[in-house]
């Protein structure tokens, strides 16, 4: 299978959508979606050969500094290479940074293993950072940055 990688605007909502439904229990709204892209976060989005989505990385740079807000990659598609390379194309893409940063859940065990495969450190805790879960548990958040510069 062969892989393209384009910037993604907001005619690809729905396939964002999708993806996102795919991979988070929390997922975001098309609303949320619409509001996150019209002002301003950007979107990557990967295709597969026939022209279909099957993962994305939306981020948001604030001055040097790259903010990852969301990678999904379809089940189908995982342990291919594929967030890997968003996030490489996404800093390739983006010379005067200095940073990437995310947040993921302290559960993540395979978001974990994919920044730390990617040299991000983890370089703070968010105690109790999301919203409750059925039973009233808040996750704690890591927060992991890679120096670009
Ligand atoms: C996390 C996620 C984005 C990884 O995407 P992916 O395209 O499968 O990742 P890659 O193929 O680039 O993986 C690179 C490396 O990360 C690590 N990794 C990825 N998935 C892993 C898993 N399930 N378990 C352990 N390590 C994993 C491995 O070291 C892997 O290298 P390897 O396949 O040579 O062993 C994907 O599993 C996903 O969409 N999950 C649901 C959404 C999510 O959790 N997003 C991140 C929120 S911060």
Not at 7 to 30: P, Q
Not at 61 to 80: A, G, K
């Amino acid at each position: 299978m062969t892989y393209q990688l384009r910037c993604g605007d907001l005619a690809d909502i729905e396939s964002v959508y999708r993806l996102n439904r795919e991979s988070f229990a929390e997922y975001w709204s098309r609303e949320s979606l619409f509001s996150a892209l019209e002002s301003g976060y950007d979107l990557l989005l990967c295709e597969n050969e026939h022209g279909i989505a099957v993962a994305y990385l939306l981020s948001m740079t604030i001055l040097d500094e790259i903010q990852i807000m969301q990678i999904s990659v379809s089940p189908d598609n995982r342990r291919q290479g594929l967030a890997s390379r968003m996030t490489e194309a996404l800093i390739a893409a983006s010379p005067d940074a200095c940073s990437m940063t995310l947040e993921v859940r302290a559960s993540n065990a395979a978001a974990r293993a994919l920044y730390a495969g990617l040299g991000f450190e983890e370089t703070g805790l968010r105690k109790r950072y999301y919203s409750p879960d059925a039973n009233g548990y808040r996750e704690d958040a890591v927060l992991m940055t890679r120096k670009l510069c």
